[in-house]
């Protein structure tokens, strides 16, 4: 098995892959280490998916380890989960986050509870793979960033990567975890870059956030695919304020450590997700701030999110997502309160 760090990648074979080659880079290494891991879903198998995330691994591994289901969320993760209590590691698919929500019983009600129902008599190994967010012009319910509707229930972690290097080692991560996680992958990049990733096996933790751009001025929060937006909008602003991007890659649970320490470093905050702004994870995580550096304040945290509507369609995505202007402006106000 792998150590629990990841390797340098510059000491191991790397290949250069998108994020999405990396979802399957890393269920393909973790299917030849454990015969235990098997996945499923609407399409997933001679199809490989609908973003291919999944190809060939069917014909690498057969029917019995890459089931294709019928379209039926609740059945797919239900199924998923009597296996995890039996000694398999599955991996249900969920083709777009948007279609999580006939599942959602048999997530909140039954694979977070079946630790504590059964007083660690059982648990859930198991990871629910979907694609989530906007920006690729999609019809409705195709789109959604409703992660906060995870991270609110106990007994589940909720992991967002941003980066190829960490999607593989999250997903493994999150496939050896003995408890079930919910695995949102943002499909705006799944080919927008490539970057090195290593072809052995590794695992990123989960629960610990990194630094991406280091600064003195202000603490930028923010995962997923608004990653690469906020570190646009700190490379625009360079030489007139000196902004701290930190990605936070696992909503559940929060680095509460990394984001107060960021933070008693610049004074100053503003959180960027496409969630919409009431109920989002950026008021938790200014709650945090509040509770525990409330004395290094130096101005309130801006929310820089999607608005308090439904998904737009086409032309009115770009209003709708955090782009790099608007989260410059948010910066902006925030250093110059």
């Known amino acids: 098995m792998a150590t629990t760090q990841p390797p340098d990648p510059e000491a191991v074979a790397t290949e250069n892959l998108t994020l999405v080659q990396a979802v399957r880079d890393g269920l393909r290494d973790e299917m030849e280490l454990d015969d235990d891991v098997v996945l499923l879903g609407e399409d997933i198998g001679k199809n490989g998916g609908v973003f291919r995330a999944t190809e060939g691994l069917y014909d690498e591994f057969g029917e019995d380890r890459v089931i294709d289901t019928p379209l039926a969320e609740s059945g797919i993760v239900g199924t998923a989960i009597g296996m995890a209590a039996y000694g398999l590691k599955p991996v249900p698919e969920i083709q777009f986050m948007g279609f999580i929500y006939p599942a959602f019983d048999q997530i909140v009600s ?100 990194a630094v991406r751009r280091e600064g003195e001025d202000i603490s930028v929060f923010t995962w997923g695919a608004m990653v690469r937006q906020t570190l646009e909008a700190a490379d625009d602003l360079e030489g007139e304020i000196d902004v701290e991007v930190v990605d936070l890659r696992t909503v559940s649970p929060l680095d ?72 410059t402006e948010g910066i902006r106000d925030a250093v110059d309160f």
């Open 110 to 209: 039954h694979a977070a509870r079946l630790r504590t129902r059964s007083r660690g008599r059982f648990t859930c190994p198991m990871v629910v793979r979907a694609p989530y967010g906007g920006g690729i012009r999609a019809p409705e319910h195709h789109s959604e960033s409703t992660e906060a509707f995870f991270a609110h229930n106990p007994g589940l972690k909720v992991v967002m990567p941003s980066s190829p290097y960490d999607t593989k080692g999250l997903l493994i991560s999150a496939i050896r975890d003995p408890d079930p996680v919910i695995f949102l992958e943002p499909k705006l990049i799944y080919r927008a870059f490539r970057e090195p990733v290593p072809d052995e096996p590794y695992e990123v933790p989960i629960g610990e956030a």
């Open 256 to 327: 509460r450590d990394a984001i107060v320490e960021s933070f008693k470093k610049t004074g100053r905050a503003a959180v960027v997700h496409e969630a919409p702004r009431t109920g989002g994870l950026g008021g938790e995580i200014t709650s945090i701030l509040q509770e525990e550096a409330l004395l290094y304040q130096e101005a309130p945290v801006e929310r820089i999110t999607g608005f308090d509507t439904p998904f737009p369609l086409y032309a009115l995505e770009d209003y709708y997502l955090p782009e790099p202007a608007r989260i």
